[in-house]
């Protein structure tokens, strides 16, 4: 395998409340990221992938665990320090208008992550601008003018364009086309798609829209109450699922193709628990059809299942042999295993 | 037999600083006893409106129905009076929205307001209120009714707000549901609860369903029949499995081919060949609308005849309505390529 491009090992985010009790957002989440792959995280709201997405940009500082982007540590490290590396990574939000001053018009916003930088002069920083707004399919002249006179649409190009300014590899995407209608969100996805080749960058891609996610995806990692249940493949995610909760995910999206209608039939009951006092064991054991009491005391590890797949499911090997133990973090592709 | 609800060239404005805006421009829609219609489209294309309209709920000022006629069980619903429409509100037609939490009041347990309703209702002697309003409850899968009854709506979670709603609907035994984007700020595993739900109150009950989304996998899943709309206007309409087989209208397709499972099998961004099939440009402003068909400006297909006046509705097939000049030019080369 190539040598990963971000490794997030064992990573913990817990916010305290006011009442002195802990959110656990993000409770020991390992994963990696290879160049020019795209890994989406999935998962019901409030599971953490927002947090778990903002914690490796740092805008959060990590409870515990480490970062590593090119294999350098960037979890601990002061962000003064990281600051080289954080040209590497950069973040495209769902609400591009919340990230972007309504003040300040379009192009100085794509230009300030250059400027902060220290990069070109003024005049290579503004042809960089236009050649962005360009790349990302808006007219020349929007770099005068100010966010609130653009479409949603039109406002994700530009936190694109600002997100590229300055070359990254990788691009923590959140929600980036939820809040898009569906023409919209289909030019979108294809730019993302286009500058993915163009430019071989690294996506993590944050979506709770299961088409979406299997449009993109490379690899699919499902979370749930702030840890990642299964990460697989997408073909293997979506074509041969392990987790009971990643089958209730597909189970439960509609799909758009009327023939294909499946009914009533069995749901998940109920919702995700909160993440103040999230239940022992398995997280999933209070919603799962299939739980045992192993899943009260035990909490379960992603252990592989083979061709890249790992699953967090005491019931998910019944009957076959005893799975390989994998620890933390370990790198998820076939090649990968071979080699162990 | 007639339609329970009958929309006649519907015309609902916003007279507005900006100028008149035509946010409903003549739509014409039926829905039958028992029936799920699913209206989509693209948010800003008057799908609100429209259910506003049904119910005299749009604001006036700004807004207001100059024209048409809402048909219910035969009766005008334009020209009742606000009595008259309350009652139709009690016990004809019930509404439940994308946000719970805006029409439950805060400071009301889950049992009064489903209890208030029934009063209202006047069908339950008040000795039994309670316990019908716990049968209703248990009949939305509500858990644990008896404690929840005691609740109040920030006490509970997105999922059990949006059963507390069709709870209420229920509680009007009304003969028509209209659902706008009842599950859009729900979670995937609670939207499918949420979504059984509606289907099983119409199995059980014969209610009809007026579904609002601009989810194609909802209406899928979940649709008889199927109106699409662009622009205050509705440009196709047809039962569900006709319009994803066969979509007639640009726009339809667009948005079909738009969407990433209707795109064909999954490609990934690592090997795609599957561009997802683009809708250029956007919705133009209601303010600033062209002249001809709404869409032309965005159409592969659009002819100069299309730029000067907007198209009719016409019936294609049984069931079948298409508002485009090129329908038939465009059936006829899907039919090709496919044989
Ligand atoms: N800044 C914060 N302070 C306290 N709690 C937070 C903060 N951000 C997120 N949370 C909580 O952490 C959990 C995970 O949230 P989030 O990462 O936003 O989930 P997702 O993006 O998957 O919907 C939620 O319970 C949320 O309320
Ligand atoms: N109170 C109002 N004043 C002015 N315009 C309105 C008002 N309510 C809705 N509109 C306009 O009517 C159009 C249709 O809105 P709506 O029916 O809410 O769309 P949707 O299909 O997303 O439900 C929009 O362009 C909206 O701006
Ligand atoms: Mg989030
Ligand atoms: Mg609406």
Same mark, same amino acid.
């Given at each position: 395998?190539?040598?990963?491009?971000?490794?997030?090992?064992?990573?913990?985010?817990?916010?305290?409340?006011?009442?002195?009790?802990?959110?656990?957002?993000?409770?020991?989440? /390992?994963?990696?990221?290879?160049?020019?792959?795209?890994? /989406?995280?999935?998962?019901?709201?409030?599971?953490?992938?927002?947090?778990?997405?903002?914690?490796?940009?740092?805008?959060?500082?990590?409870?515990?665990?480490?970062?590593?982007?090119?294999?350098?540590?960037?979890?601990?490290? /002061?962000?003064?320090?990281?600051?080289?590396?954080?040209? =590497?990574?950069?973040?495209?939000?769902?609400?591009?208008?919340?990230?972007?001053?309504?003040?300040?018009?379009?192009?100085? $916003?794509?230009?300030?992550?250059?400027?902060? *930088?220290?990069?070109?002069?003024?005049?290579?920083?503004?042809?960089?601008?236009?050649?962005?707004?360009?790349?990302?399919?808006?007219?020349?002249?929007?770099?005068?003018? *100010?966010?609130?006179?653009?479409?949603?649409?039109?406002?994700?190009?530009?936190?694109?364009?600002?997100?590229?300014?300055?070359?990254?590899?990788?691009?923590?995407?959140?929600?980036?086309? /939820?809040?898009?209608?569906?023409?919209?969100?289909?030019?979108?996805?294809?730019?993302?798609?286009?500058?993915?080749?163009?430019?071989?960058?690294?996506?993590?891609?944050?979506? *709770?829209?299961?088409?979406?996610?299997?449009?993109?995806?490379?690899?699919?990692?499902?979370?749930?109450?702030?840890?990642?249940?299964?990460?697989?493949?997408?073909?293997?995610?979506?074509?041969?699922?392990?987790?009971?909760?990643?089958?209730?995910?597909?189970?439960? $999206?509609?799909?758009?193709?009327?023939?294909?209608?499946?009914?009533?039939?069995?749901?998940?009951?109920?919702?995700?628990?909160?993440?103040?006092?999230?239940?022992?064991?398995?997280?999933?054991?209070?919603?799962?059809?299939?739980?045992?009491?192993?899943?009260?005391? =035990?909490?379960? *590890?992603?252990?592989?299942?083979?061709?890249?797949?790992?699953?967090?499911?005491?019931?998910?090997?019944?009957?076959?042999?005893?799975?390989?133990?994998?620890?933390?973090?370990?790198?998820?592709?076939?090649?990968?295993?071979?080699?162990? | 037999?007639?339609?329970?609800?009958?929309?006649?060239?519907?015309?609902?404005?916003?007279? !507005? %600083?900006?100028?008149?805006?035509? %946010?409903?421009?003549?739509?014409?829609?039926?829905?039958?006893?028992?029936?799920?219609?699913?209206?989509?489209?693209?948010?800003?294309? &008057?799908?609100?409106?429209?259910?506003?309209?049904?119910?005299?709920?749009?604001?006036?000022?700004?807004?207001?129905?100059?024209?048409?006629?809402?048909?219910?069980?035969?009766?005008?619903?334009?020209?009742?009076?606000?009595?008259?429409?309350?009652?139709?509100?009690?016990?004809?037609?019930?509404?439940?929205?994308?946000?719970?939490?805006?029409?439950?009041?805060?400071?009301?347990?889950?049992?009064?307001?489903?209890?208030?309703?029934? #009063?209202?209702?006047? !069908?339950?002697?008040?000795?039994?209120?309670?316990?019908?309003?716990?049968?209703?409850?248990?009949?939305?899968? #509500?858990?644990?009714?008896?404690?929840?009854?005691?609740?109040?709506?920030?006490?509970?979670?997105?999922?059990?707000?949006?059963?507390?709603?069709?709870?209420?609907?229920?509680?009007?035994?009304?003969?028509?549901?209209? %659902?706008?984007?009842?599950?859009?700020?729900?979670?995937?595993?609670?939207?499918?609860?949420?979504?059984?739900?509606?289907?099983?109150?119409?199995?059980?009950?014969?209610?009809?369903?007026?579904?609002?989304?601009?989810?194609? &996998?909802?209406?899928?899943?979940?649709?008889?029949?199927?109106?699409?709309?662009? %622009?205050?206007?509705?440009?196709?309409? +047809?039962?569900?499995?006709?319009?994803?087989?066969?979509?007639?209208?640009?726009?339809?397709? &667009?948005?079909?081919?738009?969407?990433?499972?209707?795109?064909?099998?999954? +490609?990934?961004?690592?090997?795609?060949?599957?561009?997802?099939?683009?809708?250029?440009?956007?919705?133009?402003?209601?303010?600033?609308?062209?002249?001809?068909?709404?869409?032309?400006?965005?159409?592969?297909? +659009?002819?100069?005849?299309?730029?000067?006046?907007?198209?009719?509705?016409?019936?294609?097939?049984?069931?079948?309505?298409?508002?485009?000049?090129? +329908?038939?030019?465009?059936?006829?080369? !899907?039919?090709?390529?496919?044989?």
């Amino acid at each position: 395998m190539k040598a990963p491009i971000l490794v997030v090992d064992d990573l913990v985010k817990h916010f305290p409340t006011d009442d002195g009790r802990t959110v656990h957002a993000v409770d020991g989440v /390992s994963l990696e990221l290879a160049a020019g792959e795209t890994l /989406s995280l999935v998962g019901e709201s409030g599971c953490g992938k927002s947090t778990l997405g903002k914690t490796i940009m740092r805008l959060y500082p990590p409870t515990s665990g480490s970062i590593r982007v090119n294999g350098q540590e960037i979890g601990t490290t /002061s962000r003064r320090a990281m600051r080289p590396l954080r040209r =590497e990574l950069q973040m495209v939000f769902q609400d591009p208008f919340a990230s972007l001053n309504p003040r300040v018009s379009v192009g100085r $916003a794509i230009e300030e992550p250059l400027i902060v *930088h220290g990069i070109g002069t003024r005049a290579e920083r503004r042809e960089r601008v236009s050649w962005l707004l360009g790349r990302v399919g808006l007219p020349a002249d929007a770099a005068a003018r *100010h966010p609130h006179e653009f479409s949603g649409g039109q406002r994700q190009r530009i936190g694109i364009a600002r997100a590229l300014a300055l070359n990254p590899k990788i691009i923590i995407c959140d929600e980036p086309v /939820s809040a898009l209608d569906v023409s919209v969100r289909a030019q979108v996805l294809n730019l993302l798609g286009d500058l993915k080749d163009e430019f071989n960058l690294a996506y993590l891609f944050i979506s *709770h829209d299961l088409s979406v996610v299997e449009y993109v995806s490379d690899r699919v990692a499902v979370m749930y109450l702030g840890r990642i249940v299964e990460i697989a493949p997408r073909e293997r995610l979506f074509g041969a699922p392990l987790h009971p909760y990643t089958k209730a995910l597909l189970d439960a $999206a509609p799909i758009p193709d009327p023939t294909r209608r499946r009914g009533r039939r069995p749901r998940l009951d109920g919702e995700i628990p909160s993440p103040l006092d999230p239940p022992s064991g398995c997280r999933f054991r209070t919603r799962c059809p299939i739980r045992i009491e192993r899943c009260t005391t =035990e909490t379960p *590890h992603l252990l592989s299942a083979g061709s890249g797949q790992f699953v967090a499911c005491h019931r998910a090997f019944e009957g076959a042999s005893v799975p390989v133990p994998v620890p933390a973090g370990a790198p998820v592709t076939g090649d990968a295993l071979a080699m162990r | 037999m007639s339609a329970l609800l009958d929309i006649r060239d519907l015309h609902t404005h916003f007279f !507005t %600083a900006r100028g008149v805006l035509k %946010a409903v421009n003549g739509v014409s829609l039926s829905i039958g006893r028992g029936e799920i219609v699913a209206v989509v489209g693209e948010s800003g294309c &008057g799908k609100s409106v429209t259910a506003f309209s049904i119910l005299r709920l749009i604001p006036d000022p700004p807004g207001r129905i100059v024209g048409g006629e809402v048909l219910f069980e035969g009766r005008d619903l334009t020209t009742l009076s606000p009595a008259e429409m309350r009652a139709v509100r009690g016990r004809g037609i019930a509404m439940i929205f994308q946000e719970p939490m805006t029409s439950l009041n805060p400071v009301l347990t889950v049992g009064e307001q489903v209890g208030e309703v029934l #009063i209202e209702h006047g !069908t339950v002697p008040r000795s039994r209120v309670k316990a019908r309003v716990l049968e209703i409850l248990e009949s939305v899968r #509500i858990s644990d009714p008896a404690r929840r009854i005691g609740q109040y709506p920030h006490e509970l979670s997105g999922g059990m707000r949006q059963r507390v709603m069709i709870a209420m609907a229920l509680a009007c035994e009304p003969k028509l549901i209209i %659902a706008d984007e009842p599950t859009t700020a729900l979670d995937v595993t609670v939207q499918a609860q949420i979504l059984d739900l509606l289907m099983e109150m119409r199995d059980r009950y014969g209610m009809a369903v007026m579904l609002i989304t601009h989810d194609l &996998g909802v209406v899928a899943e979940t649709a008889d029949r199927v109106a699409v709309m662009y %622009a205050g206007r509705k440009v196709e309409e +047809a039962a569900v499995e006709a319009l994803f087989r066969q979509p007639l209208h640009p726009y339809t397709q &667009g948005l079909i081919r738009a969407t990433p499972e209707g795109a064909g099998s999954a +490609a990934g961004f690592g090997r795609r060949p599957a561009r997802l099939q683009e809708i250029p440009g956007m919705v133009p402003p209601l303010h600033a609308m062209p002249p001809g068909c709404a869409f032309a400006p965005r159409c592969a297909f +659009a002819l100069d005849l299309c730029r000067q006046a907007p198209p009719p509705l016409v019936m294609r097939h049984e069931g079948h309505q298409v508002a485009c000049y090129r +329908a038939a030019d465009i059936e006829a080369r !899907t039919l090709e390529a496919v044989a």
